[in-house]
């Protein structure tokens, strides 16, 4: 064959963030040295949905998923000896994406950068956030406000940016099937689109730049060869749009532009070294492919279903994409899979059967009208549902967890402790410090920041009337103001924003037939309904604290339904004391408490210590999530009644152990129903 020249590799990320803005620097400048070639910073929860570490709802969330970022100061800190002139950044942030972008300028600009050099991109897809992940703060039109104005602010001021990153990503999370997954996604980037063209702030002649900075950033499952058709048929379809509905005429401009992290959703507590190869499957879906390749691969670790994952982790997954671009010959090849008939087919059918669902949405007048109809949702918890069902039954196959259960000993896991990385409770009251320290002395040297009122006021004004609110939070982030404060000014003027929970109207996955593990759970939820006295058993599924990967609770809420039960669920979100006044109100049987941040240690106690003393002793508690095993144990003794992790993968069972727990409470007698 003639000699061609080896394609460059992909940008090589590695997701990371925690503890404080001093630690993940740290971790940063390490990950760096190894041969990573993007930065990609994980905020913590507070962070992403605009509350500083020391608001009521921060509560055990400072620090454990992400990085805190409060101020400027944190900033600073974060990327100190970094030359972000130089770097590639991603930033994992939406609701209060505006913020960050801000606080990140401001520090390039005191490094001396030029800002139209720097290059990364914040995620800013609000949509995906109402449907799956929950770190949404207001509602959908003022969010897509904020979009559209950092859009047309980056274009002209920072045009190396990616101003905002469409997530399909978390969508396949929530269940979503490949036409799911393009479809929704490609709904969203109309919208965002329609809107910035619609704005009137970039002329019809630079929609090609727009177009061109607009990224995306998916998933690929396990199921590769699916995933990389999915690939192919993404980028068809954006040039289709892009090219019809806009009138872009720039192939480059049209380019269909993604970076992948790949599924975390398929990972499993069970046998969980299986993830290590599951992760090699995933990457070769978006890299083999020449002409559908990432961009962008950042990898989970093989221990992540556990716990966080500690740097040697991170580092691991690294080193997996390094051996397959240094080591491989894969980049020595144009696409291997041209000319394939059988890819050919499975493109063709998702294209027409994706570009059928996107006619759908804008028949319902778009993708956000589609997010407050609860249509979105209740489709993908549907989805969902399915996939459980068919894991359940044992249709879909998962080694380790329903067939080839059997194991040697795992020297990975022998000491869990040491196989994941934990967060210092003392984090929390530190940073809070830093905070009080922060607040009380930016007006003084060496910052002399100004008085941050005026700016949180002309912000306020700002988003009142019709101006670009990207100056203005500019002016917010050299004042010293805060992140609660930005975003509690923008509260004042949008409101917030509580989204449908797709609970209510998801069809039955499972149906109770006779014999059913489902009809039997059903029969002694009846039994037990009728000797305590009640038309129904009720069941709260509550999600405390700031986690808003509802996905679980979800499906818990929905089999729990199916069986028989009344349930409860008002989303994501709630303080200890909220669930528990909801326990109350509706004179609930049991809750359920879901949460994959790791604030449980605190919050679920929480709840237990309310529940005693409103003297609802008899109400027992069942904690959910990834919970590591030393946890599961401490709050078994702080009087949790039952802990499921997501090794408990059998949802009808956990049902029926609630109906268990429920009758253990009510000193009622073991029910024996025959299947």
């Not at 400048?29 to 605009?50: E, I, Y």
């Not at 996955?509 to 009720?538: C, F, I, Q, Y």
Request: aromatic content about 6%; hydrophobic content about 40%.
């Amino acid at each position: 064959m003639t000699e061609r020249q080896k394609d460059r590799p992909w940008l090589m990320r590695t997701y990371a963030g925690h503890s404080t803005a001093e630690a993940s620097n740290e971790l940063y400048r390490r990950n760096l040295a190894k041969g990573q070639t993007g930065l990609s910073v994980a905020f913590d929860l507070p962070t992403q949905t605009g509350y500083d570490p020391d608001h009521i709802l921060a509560r055990g969330e400072v620090g454990r998923v992400g990085v805190p970022v409060a101020h400027l100061g944190d900033m600073r800190r974060l990327f100190q000896d970094i030359p972000l002139e130089q770097m590639n950044t991603s930033m994992t942030i939406n609701a209060t994406a505006m913020w960050l972008l801000a606080l990140y300028q401001v520090v390039a600009e005191e490094q001396g950068a030029d800002i139209t050099r720097l290059q990364g991109t914040t995620q800013n897809d609000i949509v995906k956030e109402y449907l799956s992940r929950g770190t949404h703060v207001f509602p959908p039109e003022p969010s897509l406000r904020l979009t559209t104005d950092m859009i047309a602010y980056t274009v002209s001021h920072i045009p190396k940016w990616n101003p905002i990153n469409i997530c399909s990503y978390h969508l396949q999370e929530a269940g979503a099937t490949p036409v799911q997954e393009i479809a929704y996604a490609m709904s969203t980037a109309v919208a965002v689109l329609d809107a910035v063209r619609d704005s009137g702030q970039v002329p019809p002649e630079r929609m090609g730049d727009v177009v061109a900075r607009i990224s995306f950033f998916v998933n690929a499952g396990v199921r590769f060869i699916e995933e990389m058709c999915k690939m192919r048929a993404f980028g068809r379809i954006w040039d289709k749009i892009t090219r019809e509905r806009y009138g872009i005429e720039d192939p480059k401009q049209r380019r269909f532009r993604y970076g992948v992290q790949v599924n975390s959703l398929g990972l499993t507590e069970a046998q969980p070294e299986n993830n290590v190869q599951r992760i090699v499957l995933e990457m070769l879906a978006v890299t083999l492919s020449k002409d559908a390749r990432a961009r962008a691969v950042q990898l989970p670790a093989w221990n992540e279903a556990l716990g966080l994952p500690r740097p040697w982790d991170q580092q691991w997954s690294l080193r997996i994409q390094q051996v397959l671009a240094y080591e491989s010959d894969l980049l020595e090849y144009d696409d291997i899979f041209e000319g394939s008939k059988v890819i050919e087919a499975k493109v063709d059918q998702l294209v027409e059967d994706t570009l059928a669902e996107i006619g759908r949405i804008q028949e319902m007048g778009g993708a956000l009208a589609a997010v407050e109809s609860g249509y979105l949702k209740s489709q993908l918890v549907a989805s969902h549902a399915e996939r459980r069902a068919r894991i359940e039954s044992g249709d879909e196959k998962i080694v380790g967890v329903n067939v080839f259960e059997g194991t040697e000993p795992n020297p990975l896991t022998a000491d869990l402790d040491t196989a994941i990385m934990t967060v210092d409770p003392a984090v929390e009251a530190r940073v809070i410090e830093s905070l009080q320290h922060w607040r009380d002395t930016r007006y003084q040297p060496p910052f002399n920041h100004p008085r941050p009122c005026k700016a949180l006021e002309r912000l306020k004004e700002a988003a009142k009337g019709t101006d670009n609110l990207m100056e203005a939070t500019l002016e917010c982030a050299r004042a010293g103001v805060t992140t609660g404060e930005w975003a509690g000014a923008l509260r004042e003027v949008f409101g917030e924003y509580r989204a449908p929970t797709g609970v209510s109207s998801a069809p039955v996955a499972v149906a109770a037939e006779a014999g059913s593990a489902l009809a039997e759970v059903r029969a002694r939820v009846d039994a037990t309904a009728r000797e305590l006295g009640v038309g129904k058993l009720r069941f709260l599924v509550g999600k405390p604290g700031l986690d808003g990967h509802s996905n679980g609770a979800e499906q818990i809420a929905v089999r729990a339904r199916d069986a028989g039960f009344e349930v409860v669920y008002q989303g994501i979100r709630l303080t200890p004391e909220q669930i528990v006044d909801a326990a109350l109100a509706e004179d609930v049987h049991a809750v359920g408490l879901s949460i994959l941040s790791g604030s449980h240690a605190r919050l679920v106690p929480d709840v237990l210590q309310r529940l005693r003393v409103a003297g609802a002793t008899d109400i027992p508690v069942i904690a959910g999530g990834i919970i590591p095993g030393g946890d599961a144990e401490q709050l078994r003794e702080a009087g949790v009644a039952a802990v499921f992790t997501p090794k408990d993968f059998d949802i009808t069972g956990i049902i029926g152990r609630i109906v268990d727990e429920i009758r253990t409470a009510n000193k009622l007698d073991p029910l024996e129903v025959p299947a």
